[in-house]
């Protein structure tokens, strides 16, 4: 919850930033696919970062799941955001850690419309979860709600099929 106790109004997005342990996997779902003939319009934006190698070993690019795994070894971050995704996850050690939130569709998000962020380095991995962007005039309130919840004997997914069976029945 943010509360804005200056003089003038201010403009800003509440923003959970969730640091995770080295050596897991974040989970990003992304919207139902569709075919061409029936979806011309797009669903869904995915965003990057001017340092975000596509072709990273860490990544991968799934028909319904997006993963990124964190690795100690590697040296380049790497970073990502989705628009419309109410859910993300993180897989490590048999444990599974998933954060579920509110989006509002139609309201504006910051960084090109992402509701949902995650980065990684050589040190740790984040799951960034992000509100809609608000102007909060003198004494006005945004708040950001999460729900957390935390699995164990969770195998560590390697692809869609992996997320489907073990980590979909969990959300």
């Known amino acids: 919850r943010l509360r804005n106790t200056g003089l003038w109004a201010v403009e800003l997005a509440p923003w959970a930033l969730s640091v995770m342990a080295p050596g897991g996997v974040a989970i990003l779902p992304q919207p139902p696919r569709g075919s061409h003939t029936e979806n011309l319009l797009p669903t869904n934006r995915l965003v990057l970062w001017a340092y975000t190698d596509m072709s990273d070993a860490r990544w991968t690019w799934g028909q319904r799941f997006v993963l990124l795994r964190q690795d100690a070894a590697a040296t380049a971050p790497q970073k990502v955001g989705m628009s419309h995704t109410p859910w993300i996850a993180y897989a490590r050690a048999g444990h599974l850690f998933v954060k579920q939130f509110p989006i ?13 962020e995650t980065f990684t380095n050589d040190r740790m991995l984040e799951v960034e979860t992000l509100a809609p962007l608000v102007t ?29 069976r073990d980590v979909l029945p969990l959300i």
Request: aromatic fraction near 8%; charged fraction near 15%; include cysteine.
């Open 104 to 116: 509002h569709p139609a309201a504006p998000y910051v960084d090109m419309g992402c509701s949902v």
């Open 136 to 164: 909060l005039g003198t004494g006005e309130i945004a708040e950001h709600t999460e729900s957390w919840s935390l699995f164990q004997d969770v195998p560590m997914p390697a692809g869609d099929a992996d997320v489907m």
